[in-house]
């Protein structure tokens, strides 16, 4: 199963750095700014390879390779901007919190019907309408908002994704994971 969690990883990743790199107004040129986030996108996935593949039962591997991920995505999203402020902030939580939904449809899917390449078909799909919809929805007020400054100070916004992705980590992952809840019934 570790192959199916490496290529659901991999999604999210992919999906993660595409959000930031259409929804930030970039300091360089597309070029860059593409290998800044694919540069990104291969360390998310070098690390998610050591803590599920290297190091599978490590719960300090989990913890600490989760922080550096974290600290990998956040750091992309400033580096990247063209205005490293709060709002950009906001935009990588959001970007973090925007990738649950195909991540938990791979999940929900492969424990239901126990086929993997389903599983990670719907969490494609998932991702590309919610991304497709976010594009046409709201990309160009986004954009707007960091040419401008609106609005001073986005900082108690970003409560707003970080909440909402702690809230529904503990909901699904802890203290057991979808996996563990969706084979004992």
Known sequence: MSYFSNISYMISHLFLMLFMYLFIVSRYSKILTMLICFF????LNILDCCKLNIFPDSDLCYVIT???????????????????????LFVGLSAS????????????IQIYTKNNILALTGSFIVHLAT???LLVKIRSI?????KKTYMENFWELCLIPVFFY?????????PHTLYDKGLSH
């Open 142 to 146: 986004c954009l707007k908002f960091q």
């Open 66 to 88: 989760t922080i550096v991920q974290i600290l990998i995505t956040q750091s992309t999203a400033i580096f990247i901007s063209q205005k490293r402020n709060s709002q950009v």
């Open 166 to 174: 702690c809230s529904f980590s503990f909901i699904a992952f802890f």
């Open 97 to 108: 919190s925007y990738v649950i939904g195909g991540s938990v449809t791979s999940s929900i």
């Open 40 to 43: 990104s996108f291969s360390a």
């Open 131 to 133: 991304l497709l919809v």
